[in-house]
């Protein structure tokens, strides 16, 4: 059974970039979808972006500019980097497995969560 | 970019009631794309519902889905304690979006 896990520092300062790393173990990377999604404490949801195994991706419109997502299939892992944070960007960040096809592109399953809070 | 509207955002009801959560878009798409989740306090989200109304592994069938076009629905027929939680409906056929969520609170 897939297991996702995030990792990466808890704490960022406002202009740096934040980096994150989702671990998977119990299956392969190939042939799946891949997603960041973000929640502010107290907040809903948001996408931040997927990427194929095959390494093309899409991003929220509102992030594009400051993200950046990669895959390493060899290493089980995936990877976000947002620029230029600030305090609007400090949230659980969450990794997600989509689906085989655009179709099936539902998260399931997801990472624990990782807090990221943005502050000098 | 499609925006989910869910509604209402709270409901408060008693175990063994009906839930209705609505989720409504600003366009409309194929069912294929939409999906449900739930969430409990301090927990991941989890799948519920994918395709609009197939559950996923595990989901008791007192969770259903339904729905198409602009105006999809998720139902809990008979509420138990644990339903306690946020639902977020999401799409993803034009890019995508989730909903603001509904919360379920069980009295």
């Known amino acids: 059974q897939v297991q996702l896990q995030e990792s990466g520092p808890g704490l960022v300062k406002p202009s740096e970039t934040l980096s994150l790393t989702c671990n998977v173990s119990g299956d392969s990377m190939s042939r799946y979808y891949w997603s960041w999604i973000r929640q502010p404490p107290g907040k809903g949801l948001e996408w931040i972006g997927f990427i194929y195994y095959s390494g093309s991706t899409n991003y929220n419109p509102s992030l594009k500019s400051r993200v950046t997502i990669s895959i390493d299939t060899s290493k089980n892992h995936f990877s976000l980097k947002l620029t230029s944070v600030t305090a609007a960007d400090t949230a659980v960040y969450y990794c997600?497995?989509?689906?085989?096809?655009?179709?099936?592109?539902?998260?399931?399953?997801w990472g624990q969560g990782i807090l990221v809070t943005v502050s000098s | 970019e499609v925006v989910l509207t869910q509604s209402p955002g709270t409901l408060s009801l008693s175990p063994g009631e009906r839930a209705t959560l609505s989720c409504r878009a600003s366009q409309s798409f194929s069912s294929t794309y939409l999906a449900w989740y739930q969430q409990k306090p301090g927990q991941a989200p989890r799948l519920l519902i994918y395709g609009a109304s197939s559950r996923a592994t595990g989901i008791p069938d007192r969770f259903s889905g339904s729905g198409s076009g602009t105006d999809f629905t998720l139902t809990i027929s008979r509420l138990e304690p644990e339903d306690s939680a946020v639902y977020y409906c999401?799409?993803?056929?034009?890019?995508?979006?989730f909903g603001g969520g509904t919360k379920v609170e069980i009295k």
């Open positions: 999401q799409q993803f056929g034009w890019s995508l979006t």
């Open positions: 997600t497995r989509g689906g085989q096809t655009y179709v099936n592109n539902w998260a399931d399953p």
